[in-house]
Nanobody, 123 residues
Framework: QLQLVESGGGLVQAGGSLRLSCAAS????????MGWFRQAPGKEREFAAA????????YYADSVKGRFTVSRDNAKNMVYLRMNSLKPEDTAVYYC????????????????WGQGTQVTVSS
């Protein structure tokens, strides 16, 4: 069983950058694809990015491709989301999640979720 804790959110101006971190506790972290989802007020939770078990492959939603970078460090049980060129529409609560499947884009496939961290981008 995994426990996930996100950090690194905050308020940033448009065009700025933030790095989110997700600390995982549990002995089987490297067995999971790790994903980042986000939920804006009044909207459904949406997929943002994911990374495979060993970090070799990454996947992104079209809305963040080229601006966000997901990575992981299995030795430290950490996942990161580097967000550059932030836009006001990136404002959301960002969640870290873990899935034992390869269905990285579907929130239903994820077994474990963090509590979320707020990212607010001002114009």
């Amino acid at each position: 069983q995994l426990q996930l804790v996100e950090s690194g959110g905050g308020l940033v101006q448009a065009g700025g950058s933030l790095r989110l971190s997700c600390a995982a506790s549990g002995p089987t972290f490297s067995n999971y694809y790790m994903g980042w989802f986000r939920q804006a007020p009044g909207k459904e939770r949406e997929f943002a990015a994911a990374v495979t078990w060993n970090g070799a492959w990454t996947y992104y939603a079209d809305s963040v491709k080229g601006r966000f970078t997901v990575s992981r460090d299995n030795a430290k049980n950490m996942v990161y989301l580097r967000m550059n060129s932030l836009k006001p529409e990136d404002t959301a609560v960002y969640y870290c999640a873990a899935t034992p499947t390869t269905s990285y884009g579907r929130s239903e496939a994820y077994n474990y979720w963090g509590q979320g961290t707020q990212v607010t981008v001002s114009s």
